[in-house]
């Protein structure tokens, strides 16, 4: 049995097939005890969006990045290998992500970011801002305001997960299908030594309409 709207449906022969960027409306008129495919009306709904980039999929700025591992970090026990990004104590070291946010409506997003330390403990504070692009947009524009997400590391070799950073306004042309330039910096702390950023986390809220095929 379905419960769709406090409404018992009794199975039907026929199968249904439910997304979950679709949500099921039934019209005043229909008899829920004589429901079929054909009487399904579907409507996309925002959902939020989470997705996780790998620090092997960032980018380190040419001018002050922080350093990707060049072979994966392998912890020996039990040999388990990670890319991870070493951003430094002393320097704003930064890498970037290019990416497209899937079915993004264009609003704010959110970061956080997954770190550890080598031997270490204390706090790392990281920027986060970025720039969203379309077909014709000059590329060398700034980034938009950035806002901030730290992690408190407590033991060494430890993953550590940063706070949510608050909500971030990516500038330029922040639309569904834009390419969206990230940038993720690493602005003090008391830890004294490289955070080591195994990669963040973005979330985004999808669009509420169905999208256009290309043409």
């Known amino acids: 049995m379905i419960n769709i709207f406090n409404q018992i449906i009794p199975p039907v022969a026929e199968s249904v097939n439910i997304t979950p960027n679709e949500a099921i409306l039934l019209t005043e008129s229909q008899d829920a005890s004589s429901i079929h495919n054909h009487d399904l009306l579907y409507a ?22 922080a ?24 320097v704003d070291e930064a890498c970037q992500i290019t990416c497209s946010l899937d079915r993004w409506d264009g609003g704010t997003i959110k970061v956080k970011v997954a770190c550890s ?26 980034f938009g ?5 730290t992690a ?7 993953i550590t997960d940063s706070t949510v950073s608050n909500a971030i306004t990516i500038a330029g042309n922040p639309i569904n299908g834009a390419i969206v330039q990230l940038q993720i910096l690493r602005n003090g702390g008391t830890l004294a030594e490289d955070s080591k950023v195994q990669g963040a986390w973005i979330e985004w809220i999808t669009l509420s309409t169905a999208e256009t095929a290309w043409s």
């Open 44 to 65: 996309p709904f925002e959902q939020i969006q989470h997705q996780f980039f790998p620090a092997g999929s960032f980018i380190p700025r040419v001018t002050d990045g």
């Open 145 to 149: 305001t950035a806002q901030t997400c």
């Open 117 to 142: 330390s080598a031997s270490g403990t204390g706090t790392a504070v990281f920027e986060v801002n970025g720039r969203a692009y379309i077909s014709g947009d000059n590329i060398d524009q700034a």
């Open 67 to 90: 350093e990707i591992t060049s072979d994966p970090t392998e912890y020996a026990i039990n040999g388990i290998n990670l890319d991870e990004a070493a951003y430094d104590n002393s």
């Open 152 to 158: 408190t590391i407590s033991s060494a070799n430890q």
